[in-house]
């Protein structure tokens, strides 16, 4: 079992549609979840950052990490077509400066 | 405003040819790191760092190095270039402080192995 697994798509939604893109993880050790974006042709950027379980909220993104489960979240609400891209599930220990663990990354295509 | 910037953009080489790829950020973080991102692998790590004079092999090191000689730059180095490593790579950093496993992306390097 692959220590981060994330299906890649391609995801395709109507504007407007409510977005759920999962990873799952086998290392407990993990405390710390991020999601990134990747437009086509750029560099990853840092999207969500949650420490530990819980959920966090910034503005249409949800975040939500269940530990017990081993399972972590992003909801988009109200999808754009500026929302069409990569997103990529990234974890890491508790040791400062350690390597994350991506995801291979979920297409997303949102049309208008 | 602090950035990472990554040179060239674009680079095309010949198999068995030495090639560097530059990493240079100025926010003045502690980590650096080397990524290779391929169709259905997703991104590799290859090199990072800790800071000045340290060094460490990530997942798919093979055939790239790395030195550290100050805090801005962490250039990557092709010994001798193969077809395989025909990718996009990324360099990313980060602070080493209360965020510290938040990683910053440079815009990536297009290699293209012939």
């Known amino acids: 079992q692959k220590e981060v697994e994330q299906d890649p798509g391609p995801l395709s939604v109507p504007e407007g549609a409510i977005v759920s893109l999962n990873c799952t993880y086998s290392?407990?050790?993990?405390?710390?979840f991020m999601w990134y974006r990747q437009y086509s042709r750029k560099g990853p950027e840092l999207l969500m950052y949650?420490?530990?379980?819980g959920n966090k909220e910034d503005g249409r993104f949800t975040a939500q990490v269940d530990k017990s489960s081993k399972y972590i979240s992003l909801f988009i609400r109200d999808s754009q077509p500026s929302d069409s891209a990569t997103y990529l599930c990234?974890?890491?220990?508790?040791?400062?400066?350690?390597?994350?663990?991506f995801g291979k990354g979920t297409t997303l295509s949102v049309s208008s | 405003d602090a950035e990472i910037t990554q040179s060239p953009r674009h680079k095309i080489t010949e198999t068995g040819r030495q090639v560097t790829l530059a990493c240079h950020q100025t926010?003045?973080?502690?980590?650096m790191f080397w990524y290779r991102q391929d169709l259905g692998h997703g991104l590799r790590l290859i090199h990072y760092?800790?800071?000045?004079?340290?060094?460490n092999k990530g997942e798919v090191s093979d055939g790239y190095s790395v030195s550290r000689s100050n805090t801005e730059d962490l250039p990557l180095t092709l010994e001798s270039a193969a077809s395989s490593q025909t990718s996009v790579y990324f360099c990313?950093?980060?602070?080493?402080?209360?965020?510290?496993?938040?990683?910053?992306f440079g815009p990536g390097t297009r290699l293209l192995v012939l």
């Open positions: 990234a974890m890491g220990g508790n040791q400062a400066g350690t390597a994350l663990i």
């Open positions: 949650t420490y530990s379980s």
């Open positions: 290392n407990s050790a993990f405390q710390y």
């Open positions: 990313a950093s980060s602070p080493g402080t209360d965020r510290r496993e938040t990683q910053y």
């Open positions: 760092s800790y800071g000045v004079q340290d060094t």
């Open positions: 926010w003045n973080h502690n980590n």
